[in-house]
């Protein structure tokens, strides 16, 4: 089996920084992309940025600027440096990633449980 598991998140004041790193273990072959998506009290869960194991990245919007996505391949690990927080940036954080997994013959996405951010002012 595959297993994301986040960490990294809690309470930071506004204005303030978090970084929140994605472990992926179990029985993989490969990972492609990496992304980090989060979602807000009501609202639906949005793609922050991604990330290829090449290294080309994206951002959406909101974060562009204020957060940075990176990887270490060697680690199976993808982080979130998230600097100049904001009340909005409260969410939970979730990790997700493309993997090829050891007997399976396609890619199949698999999901973090999350990790909590909660910024204050």
């Known amino acids: 089996q595959v297993e994301l598991v986040e960490s990294g998140g809690g309470l930071v004041q506004a204005g303030g920084s978090l970084r929140l790193s994605c472990v992926v273990s179990?029985?993989?072959?490969?990972?492609?992309?990496m992304a980090w998506y989060r979602q807000g009290p009501g609202k639906e869960r949005e793609l922050l940025a991604d990330?290829?194991?090449?290294?080309?990245?994206n951002y959406a919007d909101s974060v562009k600027g204020r957060f940075t996505i990176s990887r270490d391949n060697a680690k199976n690990t993808a982080y979130l440096q998230m600097n100049s927080l904001e009340l909005e940036d409260t969410a939970i954080y979730y990790c997700?990633?493309?993997?090829?997994?050891?007997?399976?013959?396609?890619?199949?996405?698999?999901w973090g449980r999350g990790t909590q951010v909660t910024v204050s002012s």
């Open positions: 179990g029985s993989i072959h490969s990972i492609s992309t």
């Open positions: 990330i290829t194991s090449g290294g080309s990245t």
């Open positions: 997700h990633a493309d993997m090829m997994i050891v007997g399976y013959p396609r890619e199949y996405g698999f």
